[in-house]
């Protein structure tokens, strides 16, 4: 699985087979050619266009409302990391883009390692990586940085929270 999707859906519990099918909609609406498909991890879904263009997909998936997806995650960086150095380095850009959205306090992380990443870095290395950036965390943020693992690739993507559907939350990608 090293093909880089635009997106990660998380499907709510339960409601894979219909978070599939709202991620294909999302898919299709985005590119006539995009794609959805499930994971081996339960409710997990990977979102694949030809032009993966996070930032538009973000603006998609912003209209209309989600009832199975509980978050939507664009892709704005991918990476096969072989280190986790290489993992980290991303993560604090990430970090560092948030802070110039001068008008949030508290930075809201996202965080699950899925597969083989999670033996390269956990959960706990991004909330040190954070805490060593001067980022101050905060469930409630309005910014928000996310980082997906799985298998093989690690998606990251930094922006603002956004409701799109009664509890679904999308990073919705700032240019």
Same mark, same amino acid.
């Given at each position: #699985?090293?093909?880089?999707?635009?997106?990660?859906?998380?499907?709510?519990?339960?409601?894979?087979?219909?978070?599939?099918?709202?991620?294909?909609?999302?898919?299709?609406?985005?590119? *006539?050619?995009?794609?959805?498909?499930? !994971?081996?991890?339960?409710?997990?879904?990977?979102?694949? !266009?030809?032009?993966? @263009?996070?930032?538009?997909?973000?603006?998609?998936?912003?209209?209309?409302?989600?009832?199975?997806?509980?978050?939507?995650?664009?892709?704005?960086?991918?990476?096969?990391?072989?280190? *986790?150095?290489?993992? !980290?380095?991303?993560?604090?850009?990430?970090?560092?883009?948030?802070? /110039?959205?001068?008008?949030?306090?508290?930075?809201?992380?996202?965080?699950? #390692?899925?597969?083989?990443?999670?033996?390269?870095?956990?959960? /706990? @290395?991004?909330? /040190?990586?954070?805490?060593?950036?001067?980022?101050?965390? =905060?469930?409630?943020?309005?910014?928000?940085?996310?980082?997906?693992?799985?298998? =093989?690739?690690?998606?990251?993507?930094?922006?603002? !929270?956004?409701?799109?559907? *009664?509890?679904?939350?999308?990073?919705?990608?700032?240019?």
């Amino acid at each position: #699985m090293s093909e880089c999707p635009t997106a990660v859906i998380v499907a709510k519990p339960k409601r894979q087979s219909w978070a599939l099918e709202e991620a294909w909609d999302l898919a299709v609406a985005s590119h *006539p050619e995009g794609r959805a498909e499930a !994971t081996r991890f339960p409710g997990v879904i990977l979102v694949y !266009t030809p032009e993966r @263009d996070p930032y538009r997909f973000s603006v998609i998936a912003a209209r209309g409302s989600r009832g199975f997806i509980q978050r939507i995650v664009p892709a704005e960086k991918c990476l096969t990391p072989r280190t *986790p150095e290489d993992i !980290t380095k991303l993560v604090e850009a990430a970090f560092s883009s948030v802070l /110039n959205l001068a008008a949030y306090k508290g930075v809201r992380l996202i965080a699950s #390692m899925r597969g083989r990443v999670k033996e390269l870095l956990d959960v /706990n @290395d991004i909330i /040190n990586t954070a805490l060593k950036a001067g980022v101050k965390l =905060d469930r409630k943020g309005k910014a928000v940085v996310a980082v997906e693992g799985i298998d =093989d690739i690690v998606i990251i993507s930094a922006g603002i !929270t956004y409701q799109c559907g *009664p509890s679904c939350l999308l990073v919705y990608l700032k240019r």
